[in-house]
């Protein structure tokens, strides 16, 4: 099993032109996923115990990686990084997939806000440190050549998922981030 969170290379166009940045390339909208291209792939490997990175030159190194393993868990994998990454010719198959925000969605019968990683980390975790920027500024900070902070900010996601995880495998529920005070039994992995 292991753990994995994209960052793309081209930003989402905003809804209202003048809000891009400049000299900043967009793809154009959320299902425009072979324009988005992949920046780089986060891992937490639970059999080797270690977390590793994937660059966008190392798409058919991380296909492998991803066959070579029963299960492929993220936070809105099956939604995004999935369909991100099989624009790029990398499948992970659905039936090797888990999504924790899919998981919460399902148990609460309906899509609902408040229920984004930060949130849900917040609810479970409140000494968190947290998520450590936005998904919207990974793609810019990757233009403006900040490679290593969107390498950081990655790995800080896989990092927040295996928290999650790791309490779902262990207790077989988490707080509800819409009411803390509920608990969500979910299915594990």
Known sequence: MFIFDIEIKHGIAPSDQNECKPNIKYCHGWTDYAA????CIGVWDYRADTS???GEHELEEFQKFADSHDVA???NNIRFDNN???ANKVIIKPNKSYDILFEIRRKLGTFQKGCRLDDVIKANFPNSTGKTGNGADAPVWWQQGFYTKVVDYCLNDVRLTKMLLDKII???HIKNPIQPTDFLHLRRP
């Open 36 to 39: 988005m291209g992949v920046a």
């Open 52 to 54: 590793r990175v994937f």
């Open 73 to 75: 868990v993220g936070f």
């Open 84 to 86: 991100v990454l099989e």
């Open 170 to 172: 262990r207790t077989g």
